[in-house]
């Protein structure tokens, strides 16, 4: 009863926070970008908290306890992907001044091609949330009380409804605060964890020498690493929800910051969590990998520290679902509903928001119940996502450079993201398809440099409004 208290007591705290923030959300500014207004400490915060979700530590234990120290992949080729934005494109990103990726892709290419994005980010992004959904019952469950499918229809509850309320202002705030109860709650738990088995001599005699091999072992490969390093690295690089924050920053110097700190902060908490995987596969050989970090939580802390801990694994989860969920709506709102129609005022923008919140939340509950693994949920939405929009953004900055059209983005867009798509369907069966991911990558690079090529003489657009 204690744990579930504490549960309680942070549902009912992030909650009333998103009523605070509804009180400053009067536009589409505060609604969808918090009025610009985030800091160093807010932007990092949330950056933590969104890209720290269920992949991270739900999954990624479960990977510690699977394959060993090369499960921290996960996370670290975050670091990577994120030392690459910030050294070479967060600026830009904060530049545009835009509120979503999509309108940034606009005044790349133009109208066809944001609308193309907007549609695979739509698709894409509900398996994001899925995979929180997902790691949400899993860790809910340990509480002993209800299912762990009642306790992704209450994580869905409540997250939709603090994202209804206060939009980015309350999730940029939320997100801090859930991004210190995560740090707290990883590094205690790997703490004590190990004090359990002795240190990291105990854990070196209990498990297999591979568990310690890096950067890769025998069940992970140096393929499996660049299917990873660009499948899930590349998210970071190009993603909605981490660009939602940029657009969110004070200025382009806190963006790059923001993202700069962020990508060394991933290094610990990488590890930790992955050691904590590795634990549980020394005390619990026997559970399945995605439970590691649950059963560690109620098998090894006290009552009072697990509901803690159990409040920063679901803060972490929060965190990630809130962002991603928003991302969608307003990129659905922004640069769909707005785009057809001409223009929103800001009441109806606000108001057609908070029901795309809502109707998107639902749908990822329902893909969550069917999918039923974080990973696989993960791994079918970043795999369309990267697939088809990662290679024409990047280059996208230096189209004059490249001589790239808007037909060349469209065919790489859409080209890249189904082929992505069908490698991810579990009913379709095609030739390749566990390596359709990597192919998809390639084949969106090609069609972008190729059809632009055929198609430069047509294109009449200029880049100049992004330098505007």
């Known amino acids: 009863m204690l744990q579930l208290a504490i549960i309680g007591v942070y549902f009912i705290v992030i909650i009333a926070i998103g009523l605070w923030s509804r009180k400053r959300v009067s536009s589409q500014e505060g609604f969808f970008v918090a009025n610009r207004e985030g800091t160093t400490f807010l932007i990092t915060g949330s950056l933590v908290a969104t890209a720290v979700g269920g992949s991270s530590t739900v999954g990624m234990a479960g990977l510690g306890f699977s394959w060993g120290l090369v499960g921290a992949w996960w996370l670290l080729v975050g670091t990577a992907g994120l030392l690459v934005l910030g050294f070479l494109f967060a600026k830009k990103v904060r530049h545009t001044g835009s509120y979503t990726l999509p309108e940034l892709v606009r005044k790349q290419y133009g109208d066809k091609v944001a609308l193309a994005a907007s549609i695979l980010i739509v698709i894409a992004w509900v398996g994001i949330v899925a995979g929180q959904i997902v790691a949400a019952g899993k860790v809910l469950s340990i509480l002993g009380m209800g299912s762990p499918t009642l306790w992704m229809i209450v994580f869905t509850i409540v997250f939709i409804s603090y994202s209804m309320l206060g939009g980015q202002l309350s999730i940029i705030r939320t997100d801090v605060f859930q991004a210190a109860m995560l740090f707290g709650g990883i590094f205690l738990t790997a703490g004590l964890l190990l004090t359990r088995v002795g240190g990291m001599d105990g854990l070196a005699t209990s498990l297999p020498a591979s568990y310690f091999s890096f950067p890769v072992n025998p069940e992970f490969s140096w393929k499996t690493l660049v299917s990873m390093l660009i499948l899930v690295g590349a998210t970071y690089v190009v993603g909605p929800d981490i660009y939602t924050r940029l657009f969110c920053a004070k200025g382009e110097g806190t963006a790059r910051r ?211």
């Open 258 to 468: 923001s993202v700069l700190l962020s990508a060394f902060l991933f290094i610990p908490l990488a590890f930790a969590i992955t050691l904590i995987g590795m634990g549980a596969k020394v005390l619990y050989p026997h559970i399945p990998a995605e439970q590691a970090f649950p059963q560690v939580v109620s098998g090894i802390l006290s009552t009072a520290m697990g509901g803690l801990v159990l409040a920063a694994l679901v803060a972490a989860l929060m965190s990630s679902a809130d962002t991603c969920v928003m991302s969608q709506s307003i990129i659905l709102t922004n640069d769909i509903v707005k785009q057809a129609r001409g223009s929103l005022s800001d009441r109806a923008a606000l108001r057609l928001t908070r029901l795309g919140v809502l109707v998107l939340g639902v749908i990822a509950l329902l893909l969550a119940l069917m999918l039923k693994g974080v990973i696989s949920s993960l791994f079918f939405a970043y795999t369309i996502f990267t697939s088809g929009l990662v290679v024409p953004v990047i280059a996208g900055f230096y189209r004059e450079k490249l001589k790239l059209t808007s037909q060349g983005a469209l065919a790489a867009v859409v080209g890249g993201g189904i082929v992505g798509l069908l490698g991810k369907i579990p009913v379709v069966d095609v030739p390749l398809k566990d390596d359709l991911g990597l192919i998809a990558f390639a084949i969106s690079a090609v069609l972008l440099f190729a059809v632009s090529y055929l198609t430069r003489g047509n294109s009449v657009m200029s880049v100049s409004s992004l330098r505007h």
